[in-house]
């Protein structure tokens, strides 16, 4: 008899994806050199985009989605592991193009995973995640430019969700003050919580004004956002600031001026945490095992099972989801 593991199964008919719980043959995983016993996941903006059919996320099908999962070798022809390692992964297309966490068993390629991080359990790395590892990028790339607490103000866009969630305590941990743009007021202790010195409504940056430039203010920003709240965020940026953009949560297009980037050397560095590259990554969750408060990160996860997946994730194109989302893909 085939032996079988629970997964989130995506499905397309007539244009419609639907998800829902399955039960499916190892056999059905595709090609890997390193069989994974997944103890948890996580949800992010990408899976709820994927699970929802809102964005064009997952090409083909049936598809298991989660981009990051954690768990135990269970079968490996590569030599960098054996069965009983604890591994964790993000990016690579997981989740995207192969088939992903949001299961009981993944099959994948050894490059793509790092042994469990030192001085994190398995769920502490999925409460950090994929959201969290893109946190990290981002306040290392806001220090790589030579951005410091004494020049001022760090402004995190989409703070109540999973990057900003982890980006605020970071940062408040580097000594920068941080500020948190959020639409939702009732949220504002919780950001205070995480390390926040203020908290500012969205609206700011979402509507702004019609002036090429604002008033000088943030020294830095964190966007998870992009569309115009990024344009809007740019007129704001004191002389020589840094915008580390890594979201797209409020539209892909950008619809702005040069005038931020000639008139005051504004600048604006991308941050991906897909491809990463696999040598650096190490040295990152390094970082965030050292600088993250574990009480603080607990305080932002929610726990789910692989059953509440299907019903969880349209929250997040609600803008109805505070903090990570840890599934527990044992329960």
Known sequence: MSETFKAVLLEQADGRTTARLADLPVENLPPGDVLVDVAFSTLNYKDALAITGAGKIVRQFPFVPGIDFAGTVSRSEHPRFEPGDEVILTGWGVGERHWGGLARKARVKADWLLPRPEGLSLEQAMAIGTAGFTAMLCVMALEEQGVTPEQGEIVVTGAAGGVGSVA????????????????????????????????????????????????????????????????????????????????????????????????????????????????????????????????????????????????????????????????DTRA
């Not at 008139?263 to 897909?274: E, H």
């Not at 929610?302 to 969880?312: C, E, M, Q, S």
């Open 168 to 327: 605020i305590p970071l940062l408040a941990k580097r000594g920068f003050e941080v500020v948190a743009s959020t639409g939702r007021a009732a949220l504002a202790d919780y950001l205070k919580r995480l390390g926040a010195a203020a908290v500012v409504d969205r609206r700011q940056f979402a509507e702004g004004s019609k002036a090429p430039l604002d008033s000088a203010r943030w020294a830095g920003a964190i966007d998870t956002v992009g569309g115009d709240t990024l344009v809007n965020l740019l007129k704001g940026m004191q002389y020589r600031g840094v915008v580390a953009a890594c979201g797209l949560a409020g539209g892909a297009n950008f619809n702005g001026t040069v005038f931020p980037f000639i008139l005051r050397g504004v600048r604006l560095i991308g941050v991906d945490s897909v491809y990463y590259p696999a040598e650096r990554r190490g040295a990152v969750w390094t970082r965030l095992a050292s600088d993250l408060d574990p009480d603080l990160l607990a305080g932002m996860v929610t726990r789910i099972g692989l059953a509440d997946v299907p019903r969880v994730a349209p929250d997040f194109l609600k803008g109805a989801v505070r903090g990570r989302i840890v599934v």
